[in-house]
Nanobody
Framework: VQLQASGGGLVQAGGSLRLSCAAS????????IGWYRQAPGKQREWVAS?????????KYADFVQGRFTISKDYAKNTVYLQMNSLKPEDTAVYYC????????????????WGQGTLVTVSS
């Protein structure tokens, strides 16, 4: 599946952004879609993931728990990442990725990636 991430931008600390990950086909058959981020000089890290088949299980990294929400829209074949209470340390390029099968936090388990969208949070 081809993915296109969008919605990044510049926001002040405490603000909100909503990222979108649009898939080229039905997300219902994908399995898992995850969001990752990579800050300059740092490794790519898992942010959140959602099961796109039945159930819709969501999982979050501890550092975004309670601030970020991942959701899906079957009609638009899109997964969203609503980011609230943003902090300067959330500044990074955010990527969405897809895989079949069970949830995974390891980016090596995701074969399909979007191009990334830059989120910059000013203090």
């Amino acid at each position: 599946v081809q993915l296109q991430a969008s919605g990044g931008g510049l926001v002040q600390a405490g603000g909100s952004l909503r990222l979108s990950c649009a898939a080229s086909g039905s997300i219902f058959v994908v399995g898992q879609i995850g969001w990752y981020r990579q800050a300059p000089g740092k490794q790519r890290e898992w942010v959140a993931s959602i099961t796109t088949t039945t159930g819709g299980t969501t999982k979050y990294a501890d550092f975004v728990q309670g601030r970020f929400t991942i959701s899906k829209d079957y009609a638009k074949n899109t997964v969203y990442l609503q980011m609230n209470s943003l902090k300067p340390e959330d500044t990074a390029v955010y990527y969405c990725a897809a895989r079949q099968g069970i949830p995974s936090r390891d980016y090596l388990d995701y074969p399909d990636w979007g191009q990334g969208t830059l989120v910059t949070v000013s203090s």
